[in-house]
C-alpha cells in the first residue's frame, strides 16, 4: 500500500523510475522484466496505456510483483473512475494533467486516499504552475511530476535554471516532485541539488545498447550523485529492497 507521501520528509535519495514508453504490450513486457532488477518504479506510460489500457498495467504487475507501479494516464475528466480503474489493475500511482478541472483533480485524489495509493499532477503544458499549486494543495494533492515533454524535446528546449527555481519552490511549498524528460546520467549533476523524489529515464534505457546495463549505470549514477552507496536490487535481496522503496512514500 501506497500511503500519504506527506507523513515523511523528501528521501535523500530519488527514486529511479523506468517509463515503458511503447506502442506494443509484447516489447514493453519484454523490457520491463529485462530491467526491473534495477529500477525502483516502473511506469506504464501514456502511449502504452492508450494502446493496450488497463491490460498493460495488469501485465506489468503481474511479470512485476515487487515493483511500485505508476499508470501514466494524464487523467482529463472522470478523475475517481480513471483513478480507481488504474488501482484495480494494480497500479501503485496514477496521473491526472495539469488542466483537468480543480473538481476532476479533488476526485481523483479522494479515490487515491480511499484506495491507499498515489495521484500525481502531470505537469505538461501547464503555465501558471505555482498559481495551479495553491489551488492543488488546497484538494490535497501532494506528489508533481514536472516534465520536459516529449515534443519539447523534438524542438530543442533543454532544462533551464528557470525550471530548477520553479521545482525548488514547489518543493518548498511541501509537494514531492518527480522530474522527467530526456535525463540521461550525464544530465543527472543538473538536479543534484533538488531534493526530487523521483527520477525518470525513459529512452536512455531502452535505446541503449545493453538496457539492463544502463538501467544499472543510471541508478548507480543516482545513488552516488546523492549521496549513498547503491543497494542491489537484484538477487535474493530484491524484493527487500523494493519493500524498502514502498517505504519511502509512506
Not at 535519495?13 to 534495477?38: N, T
Given at each position: 500500500m501506497v500511503q500519504s507521501a506527506s507523513k515523511?520528509?523528501?528521501?535523500?535519495?530519488?527514486?529511479?523510475?523506468?517509463?515503458?514508453?511503447?506502442?506494443?504490450?509484447?516489447?514493453?513486457?519484454?523490457?520491463?522484466?529485462?530491467?526491473?532488477?534495477?529500477?525502483?518504479?516502473?511506469?506504464?506510460?501514456t502511449p502504452l496505456c492508450k494502446a493496450a489500457g488497463m491490460a498493460a498495467v495488469r501485465a506489468i504487475r503481474e511479470v512485476c510483483p515487487d515493483k511500485l507501479i505508476v499508470a501514466d494516464l494524464k487523467t482529463p475528466d472522470v478523475g475517481d473512475l480513471e483513478a480507481k480503474m488504474a488501482f484495480d489493475a494494480g497500479a501503485d500511482m496514477m496521473t491526472v494533467i495539469g488542466g483537468a478541472a480543480l473538481a476532476t483533480v479533488e476526485l481523483a485524489v479522494k479515490m487515491a486516499r480511499q484506495e491507499g495509493k498515489e495521484m500525481l499532477m502531470e505537469l505538461t503544458g501547464v503555465r501558471d504552475i505555482l498559481a495551479r499549486a495553491e489551488e492543488w494543495k488546497q484538494v490535497g494533492v501532494e506528489r508533481m511530476v514536472y516534465h520536459r515533454g516529449w515534443d519539447e524535446q523534438t524542438f530543442?528546449?533543454?532544462?533551464?535554471?528557470?525550471?530548477?527555481?520553479?521545482?525548488?519552490?514547489?518543493?518548498?511549498?511541501?509537494?514531492?516532485?518527480?522530474?522527467?524528460?530526456?535525463?540521461?546520467?550525464?544530465?543527472?549533476?543538473?538536479?543534484?541539488?533538488?531534493?526530487?523524489?523521483?527520477?525518470?529515464?525513459?529512452?536512455?534505457?531502452?535505446?541503449a545498447a545493453?538496457?539492463?546495463?544502463?538501467?544499472?549505470?543510471?541508478r548507480a549514477a543516482i545513488h552516488r550523485l546523492w549521496g549513498a552507496a547503491q543497494p542491489a536490487l537484484?538477487?535474493?535481496?530484491?524484493?527487500?529492497?523494493?519493500?524498502?522503496?514502498?517505504?519511502?512514500l509512506l
Open positions: 515523511n520528509s523528501t528521501p535523500s535519495i530519488p527514486l529511479f523510475q523506468f517509463a515503458l514508453d511503447y506502442f506494443s504490450l509484447p516489447s514493453a513486457i519484454a523490457m520491463a522484466v529485462k530491467v526491473a532488477p534495477f529500477v525502483d518504479v516502473i511506469e506504464i506510460g530543442d528546449r533543454q532544462w533551464q535554471e528557470e525550471d530548477k527555481v520553479i521545482i525548488r519552490k514547489l518543493i518548498d511549498m511541501g509537494f514531492k516532485i518527480t522530474v522527467t524528460g530526456g535525463i540521461t546520467t550525464e544530465l543527472l549533476p543538473f538536479f543534484q541539488d533538488l531534493p526530487v523524489s523521483i527520477i525518470i529515464a525513459g529512452r536512455a534505457i531502452h535505446q545493453d538496457p539492463a546495463a544502463a538501467a544499472g549505470e543510471f537484484s538477487g535474493n535481496n530484491g524484493a527487500a529492497q523494493q519493500n524498502e522503496s514502498k517505504e519511502i
